[in-house]
Each structure stands twice: as structure tokens, then as C-alpha cells.
């Protein structure tokens, strides 16, 4: 008789613990589920790099990402880095001046951030989701000194000859009828666009941008 007790007694709890574990499971599932949607969030609202679909899209991506970007030493910051990614203080050292503000009256982007940090010849924008504040991506790169050369090879005082030749469909985009004084610009489907200031034949600025939609 004791025997059954124990028994029974030895099921009811078997049944508490399985129900018991069955609940911790759901609240797991359900706390997942809630970090995922936090984490999603600013891509879904537009203010983060887009990702790529599949493997074959993420080397075409990579590859047309790689045209939008500087030389920087024996590396490449890109347009839409994370700098809690890369590098930044060991690739280009601590900024001359840094500052940053909260974007107010600016749409769907009100609460967002963008920080500048500036640099010998260099300009970084770099952006944060709404109710972040701490990882930013690199939104702009401005370059007005000759260390900073793209991946095809143009820098500050490269002639149009030499910007034609490294990027055979670029364009003047801004109006201009001058070759010898005018913006050129190329740009891709993502957002990305990448413009070269001329003046008097040569390239006095680089300028690489994200528009965010």
C-alpha cells in the first residue's frame, strides 16, 4: 500500500515538473520572440544598412558595396559600416573634433542620432536608430586630402580623364554643363551614391553618401 503511495505520489510530480517546464518553455519562446522584434525594429522603420536575400545576392552586394568606399591604410571603410564593427580610432586615429545631436522635427527619422567626426582631409556623418544613441553607421564620407582613394583607384587631384576611365557610366548630376567644373555621380538601387567634385579638370572632393528612404 505504501508502495502505491509512493508511486502516485511520484507520478503527481512528474506531472508538475513536465507542466512546469512546458511553461518555462513557452515564456522562452515568447521572450525571443519579443528580443527579435526589438532587434528587427530599426530596419523595419528604414535606418539601417539593407540586407542581402541569399548567398548569391550577398557577393553581388558585397561586390557593388566595395564601389563605395575609401582606402583607408591597408584598409576600406565603407558606406554603412557599424563602428561597433570597425575599427574606427585604428584606422584613421582619434577624430579632431566629434559632436553629436538627436534629430528633431525630421519625420519618421525624429529621435534618430548623427554624430560627425572629423579628421585631417576627412569628414565622417555617421547615424543611429531611434532609441539608440550608442552603434552608429557611417550615413556620409567626405574627402578633401589625397591619402583618401577609392577603390577605383581616384583620389584628390585625379583629372576627369582618370575618373571617366575608372568609372566608365559616370554622369554630371548636378546641372552643370562644364566637365571641367562639375559634379559626378554614380549611385546604385540600395541608396548608396558615390560624387566627385571637380574643379578646373581635377578632383577637388570625394563625396560618399546613404540616402535613407
Known amino acids: 500500500m505504501n508502495v502505491c503511495k509512493q508511486l502516485l505520489a511520484g507520478a503527481m510530480l512528474t506531472g508538475v515538473l513536465v507542466a512546469a517546464a512546458g511553461c518555462a518553455s513557452s515564456e522562452e519562446n515568447a521572450l525571443g520572440s519579443a528580443v527579435a522584434s526589438q532587434v528587427a525594429a530599426p530596419i523595419a522603420e528604414g535606418t539601417a544598412p539593407p ?12 561586390k557593388e558595396a566595395s564601389d563605395y568606399a575609401v582606402k583607408v591604410g591597408r584598409g576600406l571603410l565603407h558606406l554603412q559600416d557599424w563602428d561597433d ?5 585604428g ?10 545631436e538627436a ?5 519618421t527619422l525624429t529621435g534618430s542620432f548623427v554624430k560627425e567626426l572629423t579628421y585631417e582631409g576627412l569628414r565622417l556623418e555617421l547615424f543611429s536608430p531611434k532609441q ?4 552608429f553607421w557611417v550615413m556620409s564620407i567626405e574627402a578633401t586630402a589625397p591619402q583618401y582613394e577609392t577603390p577605383g ?3 584628390v587631384g585625379s583629372t576627369v580623364a582618370d575618373v571617366k576611365k575608372a568609372y566608365p557610366g559616370i554622369t554630371i548630376g548636378d546641372g552643370r554643363t562644364n ?4 559634379a559626378y555621380l554614380i549611385s546604385d538601387n ?14 577637388a572632393k570625394i563625396h560618399l553618401f546613404f540616402l535613407i528612404p
Open 51 to 62: 540586407s542581402a536575400a541569399s548567398a548569391s545576392d550577398n557577393q553581388q552586394e558585397s
Open 85 to 89: 564593427r570597425t575599427d574606427l580610432e
Open 91 to 100: 584606422l584613421l586615429g582619434k577624430p579632431l573634433s566629434q559632436k553629436m
Open 103 to 107: 534629430l528633431e522635427h525630421a519625420d
Open 132 to 135: 539608440n544613441g550608442q552603434s
Open 153 to 155: 583607384g581616384i583620389a
Open 179 to 182: 566637365p571641367d567644373n562639375a
Open 190 to 203: 540600395e541608396g548608396r551614391n558615390l560624387e566627385f567634385e571637380v574643379k578646373d579638370g581635377t578632383v
